[in-house]
């Protein structure tokens, strides 16, 4: 946040500094020519003082112009004879070109300087110090010079740094905002997943429980048990996945499902009235935990549904093959044709959009269409060697 003295004092400089510099120059031409002299100076002294400083008022929005304009009334005062102590307006000219025009005009100006002083050392220096007189006045007018050309250098660095830091600040706030869209989309897919695979199960282990009540009370209440548990196990998860950044002393941490746990989702799919047969292929290699839960989270997701959208299905076959950089994934199940996946949802991170960003993470590939003769048929291509940062 800008303080007020900074703006004051940002203020103080845009408006008075180019005032306060014409007085205090005039000031000093006038004071050296009127009080530090001996006799009296002539009339012509005072009005080259005015008009050599006058000016200056332009130095800023001009500074190449201002320059000449001084440089050519320092000309007309040699010409005239008039030696006048506003000649130091060309030093303050030679300064505001250094720090504020371009760099030909920063060249030129010196030389201009270099040649006024060799023509005033030619005809006012005093018998045996032309060479004591040039070097000081060389000297002056290369301070004058080096310090507007510093002036404006560190302006320009500073405007650097301030721009890059700028720009730092709006890619870091670009990116803030980029993490916390993509960690809403994960929370959405996640909580998708798990909240739509445990109510389409403990739905369907309801219902059965509610059938067979009365006649057998026994596989009625494994039923209800299998809900609870299943709710727990979800309740857990969704849990660990709204306190992942949050997490405290009384949070249990549970992993991430993975390939381990697909014969747990095909048994709590079974207590729910579908057939799963689970098969693995190939030699296992490792896969990272990242790509587990991608595998977890499509069977899930193909086979809940399986249960939401085709009750006339009787089987699913899950199978998970292994290569050497690459797992394919298959879901197919049985039932009449059309029916078991719903149509594409709208919504990113949902259903089958949700099934292909997972897959996406790794270069890979999915299908999802209807099978010959009924059911459907979901197939996945994961690339274990070529995942993409989101």
Do not use: C
Request: net charge neutral; glycine share 6%; no cysteine.
């Amino acid at each position: 946040m800008v303080r007020r003295s900074d703006s004051v004092w940002q203020w103080a400089r845009e408006r008075l500094a180019v005032p306060a510099t014409v007085v205090a120059t005039l000031t000093f031409a006038v004071v050296h020519d009127f009080v530090g002299r001996d006799g009296d100076p002539a009339p012509w002294v005072l009005v080259f003082d005015v008009i050599l400083v006058l000016p200056l008022f332009l130095r800023r929005r001009w500074p190449w112009a201002t320059f000449l304009a001084v440089a050519a009334l320092a000309l007309l005062q040699w010409l005239a004879g008039v030696f006048a102590a506003g000649d130091v307006a060309v030093l303050v000219a030679l300064y505001s070109v250094g720090a504020h025009a371009r760099r030909e005009a920063v060249v030129a100006a010196a030389v201009i300087s270099q040649v006024g002083v060799v023509l005033a050392v030619a005809r006012w220096a005093p018998p045996g110090q032309v060479v004591t007189t040039a070097l000081g006045m060389t000297g002056t007018v290369t301070a004058a010079w080096v310090i507007g050309v510093y002036v404006r250098t560190r302006r320009v660095y500073i405007a650097s740094v301030l721009e890059r830091a700028a720009t730092a600040e709006r890619a870091r706030d670009q990116q803030a905002l980029l993490a916390t869209a993509a960690e809403r989309s994960r929370i959405s897919r996640e909580m998708h997943d798990i909240v739509a695979h445990s109510l389409s199960v403990i739905i369907a282990l309801n219902d059965g429980a509610a059938a067979s009540v009365r006649s057998s009370p026994v596989e009625a209440e494994e039923a209800v048990r299998l809900a609870a548990t299943l709710g727990r196990q979800s309740l857990g998860e969704v849990r660990r996945l709204l306190s992942a950044d949050h997490e405290d002393a009384t949070t249990d941490r549970v992993p991430a499902p993975g390939l381990a746990q697909l014969d747990d989702l095909a048994a709590s799919v079974r207590a729910a009235g579908l057939a799963v047969d689970l098969t693995m292929e190939g030699r296992p290699v490792d896969v990272p935990a990242s790509a587990q839960l991608t595998i977890y989270r499509m069977v899930q997701e193909a086979l809940t549904n399986v249960l939401k959208h085709a009750p006339e299905a009787r089987r699913a076959v899950v199978t998970v093959h292994y290569a050497a950089d690459e797992i394919d994934v298959e879901v197919v199940n049985d039932g009449p044709a059309g029916a078991a996946l719903p149509t594409p949802s709208a919504h990113p991170g949902q259903g089958l959009n949700g099934m292909r960003e997972r897959v996406g993470m790794f270069s890979g590939t999915i299908e999802a269409a209807p099978r010959l003769g009924g059911g459907w048929r979901v197939a996945s291509r994961l690339l274990l060697d070529k995942p993409v940062t989101p």
